[in-house]
């Protein structure tokens, strides 16, 4: 079995384009890190915690005002009754 150059060059290009990646994600985390910092978050499992707790007010006020909506839909039905 020979192995020809184009191969092997396709083999490195492929090669190129994982370490280019893993930089380019490297790069990425440690920018997600200065900002999570920035916040006063000293890790990622801090900051997804201070963003769960967002997600869990947001949720929260979602379900108020549906409430308030609905409540509000059947007191403005009881006018035409």
Known sequence: ???????????????EQVHTKRI?????LEQEMEVLEGQ????????K???SKLDTKIEKRETDLTEDFDNF???YAELFE
Not at 1 to 15: F, K, T
Not at 24 to 28: G, I, L, Q, V
């Open 1 to 15: 079995m020979s192995i020809e150059i184009n191969e092997i060059q396709d083999v490195v290009a492929e090669l």
């Open 40 to 47: 006063g978050h000293a890790s990622i499992e801090e900051g």
């Open 73 to 75: 839909m059947a007191d």
């Open 49 to 51: 915690k201070a963003l």
């Open 24 to 28: 380019k994600a490297e790069t990425r």
